[in-house]
T-cell receptor, first 116, second 114 residues
């Protein structure tokens, strides 16, 4: 299957700072990328959907000013957590899809964010 | 409201044994159902994908079934191995207005003991 790479895999940051997570599709051009958040022993929760060159669509309850998503190219999307708080500590996962809604989305390996 | 319910929540089996995980859903309009394996601290990896017309799909020791009438799916793991220890997630997708809408189950945590 196609490869989606996330970086970094783990990050620790101080409260009040911002942290950027990158999601890259390595061997295909992703027309759509998804960002998820997962708490321990919980399901993945969709945060936002981004299409290349356009603004991301955020799910209800997700603050767009706090979780900035940039999908500047067909192979790269970034999630920036601004003014991080300890409650933002979580596992963040991206997935990328090429083509129509019927094609499979491939997941990155995830990023463990810890805010201290 | 679209929902995906998985059972059991957790399962412990001995190496070499078989097991079956369940997924019930109320997702409409149905597009496809996927089973993923998620190792701890890793992203999900696809095991199988089934559309409305498919009722069985195999991938090695993993066999998924789908009953679109009763809106149930199962994932059967044969001759379990220690490396099968992971969370197994059922994801049911709907397509509405040209948008792709996946609904995730909470997953079944499987532990395989030697």
């Amino acid at each position: 299957g196609a490869v989606v790479s996330q970086h970094p895999s783990r990050v620790i940051c101080k409260s009040g700072t911002s942290v950027k997570i990158e999601c890259r599709s390595l061997d295909f051009q992703a027309t759509t990328m998804f960002w998820y958040r997962q708490f321990p022993k919980q399901s993945l929760m969709l945060m936002a959907t981004s299409n290349e060159g356009s603004k991301a669509t955020y799910e209800q309850g997700v603050e767009k000013d706090k979780f900035l998503i940039n999908h500047a190219s067909l192979t790269l999307s970034t999630l920036t957590v601004t003014s991080a708080h300890p409650e933002d500590s979580s596992f963040y996962i991206c997935s990328a899809r090429v083509g129509t809604v019927y094609t499979e989305a491939f997941f990155g390996q995830g990023t463990r964010l810890t805010v201290v | 409201k679209n929902q995906v319910e998985q059972s059991p929540q957790s399962l412990i089996i001995l190496e070499g044994k078989n097991c079956t995980l369940q997924c019930n859903y109320t997702v409409s309009p149905f597009s496809n159902l996927r089973w993923y394996k998620q190792d701890t601290g890793r992203g999900p990896v696809s095991l199988t994908i089934m559309t409305f017309s498919e009722n069985t799909k195999s991938n090695g020791r993993y066999t998924a079934t789908l009953d679109a009438d009763t809106k149930q799916s199962s994932l059967h793991i044969t001759a379990s191995q220690l490396s099968d220890s992971a969370s197994y997630i059922c994801v049911v997708s709907a397509v509405s207005g040209g948008s792709y809408i996946p609904t995730f189950g909470r997953g079944t945590s499987l532990i395989v003991h030697p």
